[in-house]
C-alpha cells in the first residue's frame, strides 16, 4: 500500500525537533508516537540545530524574500541602464548636427 505524501507545518516540524533536543525521549518512541520516519526527525533535529526555527519558515516567506532581492536587483540594473543611456546620450550628441 502506497502512502500519500504527508506535509507537516513549520510549528509541528519545530515542536518535534525540540522533543528530540530535549532527550527524555528516543528518536524511536517519537517516530512510532508521531508516524514520522526517524530519519525526518532526524533531519529536523539537525536543521534545528543548524539554522534554528527560521529554517521551517513558510515558502511563502521564503518566495516572499526572494523576491525582494530578486527587486532590488533588479532596481539596481534599471539605474545602471539609465546612467549608460544618459552617457551614449551626451556621446551621439557630439557627433550629430
Do not use: P, T, W
Given at each position: 500500500m502506497v502512502r500519500k505524501r504527508r506535509r507537516h507545518t513549520a510549528a509541528?516540524?519545530?515542536?518535534?525537533?525540540?522533543?528530540?533536543?530535549?532527550?527524555?525521549?528516543t528518536i524511536s518512541?517519537?517516530?512510532?508516537?508521531?508516524e514520522i520516519h526517524p530519519?525526518?526527525?532526524?533531519a529536523w533535529k539537525r536543521q534545528l540545530l543548524e539554522d534554528g526555527p527560521s529554517v521551517f519558515a513558510s515558502?511563502?516567506?521564503?518566495?516572499?524574500?526572494?523576491?525582494?532581492?530578486?527587486?532590488a536587483e533588479?532596481?539596481?540594473?534599471?539605474?545602471?541602464l539609465k546612467m549608460e543611456l544618459e552617457w551614449l546620450k551626451k556621446k551621439?550628441?557630439?557627433?550629430?548636427p
Open positions: 509541528y516540524k519545530f515542536r518535534i525537533a525540540l522533543e528530540a533536543l530535549e532527550g527524555s525521549k518512541q517519537l517516530s512510532s508516537e508521531h530519519n525526518m526527525i532526524r515558502n511563502g516567506e521564503r518566495r516572499q524574500r526572494e523576491q525582494d532581492s530578486q527587486e533588479l532596481y539596481e540594473q534599471i539605474g545602471r551621439v550628441a557630439r557627433f550629430g
